[in-house]
């Protein structure tokens, strides 16, 4: 995975959008895809054709010891020529199997409240409205809720 390293930044700076992102758009000099916090183990990869094509990071939700059931996705990217086709439903599978695997038996999330297709994603998986910060960020001049959301690995 760490060979897709060049690929997934590319990957990661085309399919930027205020939409999903509360950082600034990616400029160069471009930072590293892995770095000691977004590591080479928290990130699933979908290929096509030996490429990648999207991907998901899955992260303890917290480290403290009473969070240990408990899993996040805190990213998931799915390259505009392939969506539309299964990808990112593909991707949160992967996503569930590896929690369950790390013995989690929970899965959260967070979502821009102004990210309809997202909500709708995760909403058709199972995903269910835990509670909104209203307002919480300030994104190109419009204050955009962020919505929590969570579900149980139990099907």
């Not at 917290?62 to 990808?87: F, M, S, W, Y």
């Not at 300030?138 to 969570?150: F, Q």
């Amino acid at each position: 995975m760490i060979d897709d390293e060049t690929a997934l930044a590319e990957l990661d700076r085309r399919t930027w959008s205020v939409l999903h992102s509360v950082q600034p758009k990616p400029q160069p000099p471009y930072d590293p895809f892995f770095t000691r916090r977004n590591r080479v183990e928290h990130i699933l990869v979908a290929e096509l054709g030996g490429c990648p094509v999207g991907y998901i990071r899955l992260v303890p939700s917290t480290p403290l010891a009473c969070n240990t059931h408990v899993r996040q996705i805190q990213g998931l990217a799915v390259d505009e020529r392939t969506r539309g086709k299964g990808v990112a439903r593909a991707l949160l599978g992967a996503a569930y199997e590896e929690a369950r695997r790390q013995g989690a038996t929970r899965i959260t999330l967070r979502v821009l409240g102004h990210n309809t297709p997202a909500r709708r994603l995760y909403a058709s998986e199972g995903f269910a409205v835990e509670g909104v910060l209203p307002g919480e960020f300030l994104l190109a001049g419009e204050y955009v809720d962020d919505v929590l959301m969570g579900r149980s690995l139990d099907r």
